[in-house]
């Protein structure tokens, strides 16, 4: 199970990107999302999660409003629409993948199998 994430990179205050995460080894239906970030200096925090299929979203507060977590199973891809961007959204993004089962939203890292390696998001002017 490989899980890649992209789509990072520097952007100004107020803009927008959209993250990535392609995920291939086994049928990607079966995954519960979720995407994460760690500021320098700090612990990685959930920013978003998503069910398997797609109808269930849950954000951290801070988003709330701004990011969006949607998923293509046909293209096995998972995304996280960033809008609004702010300096305090500089982190290393980073998506992960369970098949754990009992819940559709997982919000808690110790919660995720599979992790992807990661792409920065640079907020700045």
């Known amino acids: 199970v490989q899980l890649q994430a992209s789509g990072g990179g520097l952007v100004l205050p107020g803009g927008s990107l959209r993250l990535s995460c392609a995920v291939s080894?086994?049928?990607?239906?079966?995954?519960?999302l979720g995407w994460f970030r760690q500021a320098p200096g700090k612990e990685r925090e959930f920013v978003a999660a998503?069910?398997?299929?797609?109808?269930?979203?849950y954000y951290t507060d801070s988003v709330k409003g701004r990011f969006t977590i949607s998923r293509d199973n046909a293209k096995n891809t998972a995304y996280l629409q960033m809008n609004s961007l702010k300096p305090e959204d500089t982190a290393v993004y980073y998506c992960?993948?369970?098949?754990?089962?009992?819940?559709?939203?997982?919000?808690?890292?110790?919660?995720?199998?599979?992790w992807g390696q990661g792409t920065q998001v640079t907020v700045s002017s």
């Open positions: 992960a993948g369970t098949t754990s089962s009992g819940r559709t939203i997982y919000t808690k890292g110790n919660d995720y199998d599979y």
């Open positions: 080894g086994r049928t990607f239906s079966s995954y519960a």
């Open positions: 998503i069910s398997r299929s797609g109808f269930t979203t």
